[in-house]
């Protein structure tokens, strides 16, 4: 998986307490996504971010989600106020520029949350 | 509205043989199409990609073919090996205004006996 690294790789919440989900590109990768599986679905798209820029977040809830990918340090997916249908698993993807050639898409291990 | 369907859950095939996952889309601004192996508690893996321009791209013994007018591409394992067992992900690029996301199926689990 090409150096993605997040963490934790599980994480368990309860219901109305936050979930903070970390995601640290390859090497030199400025472009971050995250996506979300839910059990038995496909990976849905979430939000996109550059360094320090929110590029496009029409995946995300309106309300509760929010990410951030800051100059130094990894980028952040922050969940608040979890309820039971936020667990999922939760993946973090990386490119080093957005090109024609569309396989540097690169995935981490994914993070997975439950919420009791 | 699923813009990207994977109709068979699971396909199980004999070490040997060929195994065809099938994929189906609906949106015509698809330009690039990707085939991801998700083995358990991993992320997915890039395998094979293929550009809307084209109808056929091989990479050893993965080859993935689109039929633009039926909306619908395959991806071909010959001969399959038991490592390949995994769940495979179709997925569709669309590019809007400067964002490159992508589009999954559900997957499709691969199982390769021995």
């Known amino acids: 998986n090409a150096g993605v690294m997040q963490n934790p790789r599980h994480l368990v919440r309860r219901r109305g307490q936050e979930a903070r989900l970390r995601c640290s590109p390859v090497?030199?990768?400025?472009?971050v996504y995250w996506y979300r599986q839910l059990p038995e679905e496909g990976l849905k798209f979430m939000v996109y971010?550059?360094?320090?820029?929110?590029?496009?977040e029409s995946g995300m809830p309106k309300e509760r989600f929010s990410a951030e990918f800051p100059k130094e340090g990894p980028s952040i997916l922050r969940i608040q106020q979890v309820v039971r249908g936020d667990s999922a698993a939760y993946f973090c993807?990386?490119?080093?520029?957005?090109?024609?050639?569309?396989?540097?898409?690169?995935f981490g291990p994914g993070t997975r949350l439950t919420v009791l | 509205d699923q813009q990207v369907k994977q109709n068979s859950p699971s396909l199980s095939v004999q070490e040997g043989r060929i195994s065809i996952l099938n994929c189906d889309y609906t949106n015509s601004m698809f330009d690039y199409f990707l085939w991801y192996k998700k083995y358990p508690a991993e992320g997915p893996t890039f395998l094979i990609s293929?550009?809307?321009?084209?109808d056929k791209n091989e990479d050893g013994r993965f080859t993935v073919f689109l039929n633009k007018s039926a909306k619908h591409l395959s991806l071909h394992i010959v001969p399959s090996q038991p490592g390949d067992s995994a769940v495979y992900f179709c997925?569709?690029?669309?590019?809007?205004?400067?964002?490159?996301?992508?589009?999954f199926g559900k997957g499709t689990k691969l199982t390769v006996n021995p």
């Open positions: 997925a569709a690029r669309v590019d809007q205004g400067g964002s490159e996301k992508l589009v």
């Open positions: 090497k030199g990768h400025s472009h």
């Open positions: 293929i550009s809307s321009i084209k």
């Open positions: 971010l550059q360094k320090e820029n929110i590029i496009d």
């Open positions: 993807a990386s490119s080093p520029w957005v090109t024609a050639s569309t396989d540097t898409q690169y």
